[in-house]
């Protein structure tokens, strides 16, 4: 019954304080009235079970005021309710849970929220009403982390869609090691070493099936430092410097991308572009990037990179030429 009454008094404090309320010992009584089936606690015993909560590690204060009147209230070192209600923005925009897991770790966000707080969050809460994920993203997150602890290889089914906009997943011997969950552009990846070859692969979280556990392994793999700027969220053949130019009202996005360390002057030909010169990962993904800005972004050089981007454009070009009035 002790044990109980004491759960029953923290829970107290948790609902029904924050940083600027505190309840008395008449109210926390009152709680434990209507709340549970304890019947009448008695002062004395309240005041024990909250010393013995502060014993424990708990952060309650304790504060007189006046006709000898004591005001408790428990402070949250954890979380402030702003970096709650941030992690609760969080979740509500991720589109890889479903409706019924994100209600359900929002009533988690507000077990550690007082009722006040509780019904600040409430009016923020909004869930998406579009179509639930196929898998469940925290399963495969939790399995995967498993077995990077446990220093194992990894195996799965992965999943692409075919021409008839079919989901299909393929099992295949895999010689991967994990190496580490990524986060990037809204999706988690698991970068894996390919002991076939050697090289880093890279795997969408939300795509694999049937994860399963592999022999162990001595030592997990680590990434490759990056030795420059990469913009896409698969692994560079290499790295150069290369120079752009851009047009100045590209210069946010491009700082975004590339960082303010980058070298940077104004085209003296033309004031309406900027020369910028920036270490970055090359990769396909790396020219799919300098496309996107069609004739906003040039590159200068390298000159094998220049070539490379100048032949995809006359691809593209002869892939959209108009036919000749002759035809």
Known sequence: MERSRIL???????HDTDNDRAVTLKEIQTYLEKETNLGSVSGVSIRRDIQALITAGHHIEVQQGAHNTYYYRLLHPGFTFNEIRFLVDSVSINQFLSAEQKQRLFRKFEGICSR???????????VSETVPPALDLLDNLEMIYQII?????????????????????????????????????GRFYLKCLNGADGKIRTY?????????????VQKLPKLPKSMGTVVDIYEPEYYADVTLRIRSQLLDDMLEWLGKQVYLRQDFLDKEHLILR????ISYGFYRWILKYGDGVEVLAPSEIRQKVADMVQRMAQMYSLPSSND
Not at 8 to 14: A, F, I, T
Not at 154 to 175: A, H, L, Q
Not at 204 to 214: A, E, K, N, P, Y
Request: glycine share 4%; hydrophobic share 30%.
């Open 149 to 185: 602890e446990e220093k194992r290889k990894i195996n799965f089914s992965y999943g692409k869609y075919n021409w008839e906009r079919k989901f299909v997943y393929t099992w295949k011997d895999r010689d991967l090691t994990p190496c580490a969950v990524v986060y990037r552009e």
């Open 8 to 14: 029953y008094v923290l829970e107290c404090l948790q």
């Open 204 to 216: 969408r979280v939300d795509r694999m099936r049937d994860i399963i556990q592999g022999e162990p």
């Open 278 to 281: 920036a270490k970055i990962g």
């Open 116 to 126: 006040k707080e509780v019904r600040k969050l409430i009016s923020r809460i909004k």
